[in-house]
Nanobody, 115 residues
Framework: QVQLVESGGGLVQPGGSLRLACAAS????????MGWYRQGSGKERELVAN???????SYTDSVKGRFTISRDNVKAMVYLQMNSLKSEDTAVYYC?????????WGQGTQVTVSS
């Protein structure tokens, strides 16, 4: 079993920055992919970014150049640095870990971009 706990959400003005963190614990195998999803009010959950254990990252088009995903394999952490935030980035952000055909989710952290 895997547990994921997100932190770092909050209220920020447009153009501001936030850094999300996700701590993984439990039975974590060597090869896995970790990522961030988000779900805005009335919208479907969408992939924001993910990163393999060896650091290969991919991003949805709307966040390219503004968000950076990273991970620390020793600490079993994944991060999402969000810069130049826009109102449309407002959502609940979820951490995900995929390994051996299973997906695990955190409880989510709210990010609100508003003046």
């Amino acid at each position: 079993q895997v547990q994921l706990v997100e932190s770092g959400g909050g209220l920020v003005q447009p153009g501001g920055s936030l850094r999300l963190a996700c701590a993984a614990s439990g039975t974590i195998f060597m090869f896995n992919v970790m990522g961030w999803y988000r779900q805005g009010s009335g919208k479907e959950r969408e992939l924001v970014a993910n990163i393999s254990r060896d650091g290969r990252a991919s991003y949805t088009d709307s966040v390219k150049g503004r968000f950076t995903i990273s991970r620390d394999n020793v600490k079993a952490m994944v991060y999402l640095q969000m810069n130049s935030l826009k109102s449309e980035d407002t959502a609940v952000y979820y951490c995900q870990l995929c390994q051996r055909g299973n997906s695990y989710w955190g409880q989510g952290t709210q990010v609100t971009v508003s003046s």
